[in-house]
């Protein structure tokens, strides 16, 4: 690889201390291995959009999350990585990377110039919420609560039928107190459906009550994964995006939607039997997002080392 480059990192930069080296073959075969497997969610999400179609459960981890299906696709190595052969130097087209004398490689140094603040924020809201006791007692009513005494006109999925007349919907919400933990499912609640959450939520105390049983809570890992890219690879955005749309499925056939006519069965947690199946599920995703919580927190450790 020349070396003439005007980009050329001098030998104190910090993408210089990249502690891993890959071959042209090994990078590129991850990059491909990404692809593929990212193609697989955003082929028929984009797709359906070309059609015009929604799609009430994985439209969301796009439309909310707000990440467009092109940048999922696109591969980067995360930092501490050293790109090596004559087609890394394509990365010298994204700004923060730079080439040094291995290779190329993220420059820590200059990302952080402007994220630094929120990667050592990110790591104490992320370490926070793994220290905390999970919680499993919530039965997924935050669905619930968002079309709690709405019209149907109202309803936010009023494309598909509801599985419950309004009045029995909010019997159902009233016979147990809400428990939602998360400010940004709370949010979503009816006006009527507010006041009867144990905690009144909101904004600034969120990293009070973020904790690793919340099914969005463990979805937005991928959110998290997302912005810290590029000091995270992107295999980590891939691996919290697919547990994402996982729980995304649970979520929805817990909800008061019915959604048999895509291939949702309902999770009835309006049973004592359907209780208990969520909360065997919701445990499951915790185990789940326990190490890539974990793997998040590290890439911030390290960006900050």
């Known amino acids: 690889m020349s070396t003439s480059s005007a980009r050329i990192a001098p030998a104190d930069d910090r993408a210089a201390s990249a502690h891993e080296i890959l071959a042209a073959e090994a ?12 193609r697989a969610w955003t082929d ?23 990440h467009r299906p092109s940048w999922l696709r696109r591969w980067f190595p995360g ?18 990377y730079r080439e040094t004398a291995a290779g190329v490689a993220l420059d820590i140094g200059l990302v952080l110039e402007k ?11 992320l370490a926070a919420a793994a220290d905390r006791p999970a919680f499993f007692g919530c039965f997924g009513l935050h669905e619930w609560a968002m079309v709690y005494r709405q019209t149907p006109e109202e309803v936010r999925h009023n494309q598909y039928p509801l599985r419950f007349a309004p009045d ?44 690793p049983g919340c099914l969005h809570a463990n979805m937005d890992l991928y959110k998290w994964a997302f912005k810290l890219a590029p000091l995270a690879p992107a295999e980590l955005v891939a691996d919290c995006f697919e547990l994402a749309r996982d729980i995304r499925e649970l979520d ?28 065997r599920a919701q445990r499951a995703f915790a185990e789940r997002a326990r190490p890539l919580r974990a793997r998040l927190i590290a890439v911030c450790d390290a960006a900050l080392a």
């Open 44 to 66: 028929p999400h984009q797709d359906r959009a070309a059609r015009g179609e929604k799609h009430p459960v994985y439209d969301f981890l796009f439309t909310y999350y707000g």
């Open 79 to 96: 930092a501490g990585v050293t790109l090596a052969g004559e087609g890394a130097r394509a990365f010298l087209a994204r700004p923060e």
């Open 115 to 125: 994220r630094r603040v929120f990667v050592a924020w990110l790591r104490g809201f």
């Open 168 to 211: 029995r919907i909010a019997a159902i919400v009233e016979a147990q107190p809400l428990r939602c933990s998360h400010y940004d499912a709370f949010r979503f609640f009816t006006p009527p459906a507010r006041p009867l959450n144990r905690v009144q939520l909101a904004r600034e105390t969120t990293s009070e009550h973020e904790q």
């Open 252 to 279: 929805m056939r817990a909800s008061p939607y019915d959604l048999a006519a895509l291939g949702f069965e309902p999770v009835k947690i309006e049973t004592p039997e359907g209780r208990a199946d969520y909360e």
């Open 27 to 38: 990078w590129a075969g991850r990059a491909r291995a990404h692809e593929t497997r990212v």
